[in-house]
């Protein structure tokens, strides 16, 4: 990404509704598939500024891997330190994490010009029984000056993710869209930014809404973070893959 998105992403996703609802949707994830009465080892891959990464530290042993220096520098001031700087998929470093309990991606595999070889490598540093999470971003036609700023490769739907993750090796256990009492007015706003901008590269964390208008919309994510407990959605912006390694297999 750009650097000045890190900067942006730094200032705002601790208060950005956005963010905020994410975390709250990956954290509710996390305790519903591994629980919370062991410690476990975590790898947040593509971890960006550490928002997610700081709040996953209470779960056991937590990693952080990006291609960018710049956003690991930001991680740093979070006072985070289990820090690897790798370009994935590509080979880890010697003492790196290994047998992990949980990969975190989130919104990463879409910047990877090699996404299938990204999950294959994510699947052989899981244990058996090992979960990945990851969340993407739906829809071709969803595409907007947002995903060019973000330098997205791809958006993707539900079938296509499918099929990744299955020929990675995985037992998908949960595949849903999310963001879906959103999904009109982020359309909206995706189109409108198409007509404004064109091919112009431009990101939403540069006009954030009001609070009180943040606010709500962070509460109506919350009530979809409690619905996911138990539903999936039939579309949405974004996509929610819960995926597991056959734990009958030898490391």
Partial sequence: ????????????ENRHWWFQARKRIVLAQIRRWLGASRRLSILDLGCGTGMILEAMRPLGEVWGLDASRQALDFCRRRGLRRLLEVQFPGAMPAGGPRELDLVTALDVLEHLPDDR??????????????????????Y???WSPHDAANHHLRRY?????????????????????????????IWLRKRLDRRRYGSQPFSHLETPPPAALGRVLEGI???????????????????????????NMTP
């Fill in 140 to 142: 071709d036609f969803l």
């Fill in 157 to 185: 739907a539900r079938r296509q993710l499918q099929e990744r993750l299955t020929a990675a090796g995985f037992q998908v256990r949960k595949l849903t869209y999310y963001n879906f009492f959103l999904f009109a007015p």
């Fill in 117 to 138: 070889g990204a999950l294959r490598q994510i699947f052989q540093l899981l244990r058996p029984g090992g979960f990945l999470l990851l969340t993407a971003p739906a």
């Fill in 1 to 12: 990404m750009d650097a000045r998105l890190y900067q942006l992403f730094y200032q705002q």
């Fill in 221 to 247: 994510l919350w009530l979809e973070s409690l619905a996911l407990r138990k539903l999936s959605f039939p579309f949405g912006v974004s996509l929610l893959a819960v995926a597991q390694k056959p734990d």
